[in-house]
């Protein structure tokens, strides 16, 4: 349920050790995350962390109901945009399904869910138009979801379930909407790591179609006290936007890792065909958050300079395992995976009649 990164980041800060709370990380350990960004995290006597997906009811409720949780902050996610043009089903699962599971599970908990923090994404807004740039679309209230991918589209649709569980069983939720996170310890499918490695090993640096695509890339530091301030500050049935102060082309982001690298940009850089679809730009106005007194503090100059540096001198294997299909242009998806998604479906979506208890609330 909560984003292990961002444990670690505070762990390191010192912010977990000081706080009275416990907090229960569970988290599947997906192709994505690795057991090593949990290091500092055990040594934080106040973490727990319990192996499990969060798509299996009986264990989400038996860990909310033995260790009384009282928030939940959801970030469990298939979140690889590439990887849901071939394997959308995936997505579907664990995004939308994955969410509702969690939901039911807070609804029939024996404890009080005071804060369930549901962590989406600015891709469920689609393509920004350039009206945006006024600041008069992309706000949490004035704008339809209009997302362009299966990725973006299931975490509208667990955005919905959200809501729903907000007015029919009065979930006390809130939601983010952020821009795209960067730093130290992000598996290298994402696009900074990804280009980092490639030219640190002196490799072709594939960017998809012209790209001019423009991105928002924040900090992970900066993106942690953005979830701090809102599950402390936000208000209960609010959507909260978390964005990066400049927007920079995907180009522009590779020329900036060349340089760092002392690269030549011009025979590192290549382009391959675009994706399916790729939105042009995600803009989004963050001021409801500003007015929460959350500032963007990393600029990009020292947060890609160190995550460069940190993925040019770690032994990225021993995080990942091999991690060659990450840094292809586009993954590969092996058929096999959609037959066993559909067997598995119908066991998931039949509950037990125990399960079905009539008016529960929180
Ligand atoms: N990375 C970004 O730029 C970005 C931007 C906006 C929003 N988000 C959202 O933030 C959240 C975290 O993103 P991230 O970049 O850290 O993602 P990630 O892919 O790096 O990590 C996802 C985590 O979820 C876990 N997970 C996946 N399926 C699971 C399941 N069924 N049960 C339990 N755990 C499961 C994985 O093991 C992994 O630790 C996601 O909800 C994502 O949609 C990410």
Redesign the pocket.
């Known amino acids: 349920m909560a ?3 961002v444990l670690k980041r505070r762990c390191r800060n010192k912010r977990l050790t000081s706080l009275a709370a416990k907090v229960i990380v ?5 192709y ?2 690795s057991a090593k960004n949990l290091t500092q995290v055990r040594q934080c006597p106040r973490v727990k962390f319990v192996k ?4 299996s009811f009986d264990l989400v409720l038996h860990v909310l109901n033995t260790e009384h949780v009282d928030t939940v902050m ?7 945009v590439d990887n849901s043009f071939n394997n959308s089903f995936e997505f579907t699962k ?2 939308i399904e ?1 969410t509702h599971i969690l939901l039911e599970a807070c609804r029939l908990a024996r404890c009080t869910i005071r804060r369930f923090l549901h ?5 469920v807004y689609g393509e920004s138009s350039h009206a945006s740039f006024r600041g008069d679309s992309n706000t949490e209230r004035a704008t339809l979801l209009a997302p362009t991918n299966p ?1 973006a589209a299931s ?1 509208a649709g667990a955005e919905m379930l959200v809501m729903a569980y907000g007015r029919s069983y009065n979930l006390p939720f809130i939601i983010t ?6 730093g130290p310890n ?2 290298p499918e ?1 696009a900074i790591p990804k280009f980092s490695i490639l030219a640190k090993r002196e490799k072709k640096i594939p960017i998809h179609g012209d790209g001019l695509a423009t991105r928002s890339y924040m900090h992970v530091q900066d993106a942690v006290e953005a979830f701090d301030v809102i599950l402390h500050k936000g208000e209960d049935a609010h959507v909260y936007n978390i964005g990066a102060r400049e927007e920079r082309t995907v180009l522009s982001i590779a020329r900036d890792i060349c340089r760092l690298l002392e690269r030549d940009p011009d025979e590192t850089i290549t382009h391959v065909c675009d994706r399916n679809f790729n939105d042009r730009r995600y803009f989004i106005d963050c001021s409801k958050l500003l007015a929460l007194g959350w500032l963007q503090n990393k600029t990009w100059d020292a947060g890609l300079a160190e995550t460069v540096e940190w993925y040019a001198t770690q032994d990225l294997e021993s995080y990942w395992g091999d991690i060659a299909q990450a840094l292809e242009p586009h993954p590969v998806f092996a058929p096999s995976r959609v037959i066993s998604f559909l067997d598995e479906i119908d066991d998931i979506c039949q509950p037990a009649d125990s399960r079905l208890v009539q008016n529960a609330a929180y």
Not at 177 to 182: C, E, Q, W
């Open positions: 984003d292990l990164r569970l988290d599947k350990l997906d994505c995350s499990g997906d969060v798509r959801h970030f469990a996610a298939q979140s690889h664990t995004n994955g962590v989406s994404t600015d891709e990725y975490k909407r952020g821009n795209n996170v960067y992000q598996y994402k």
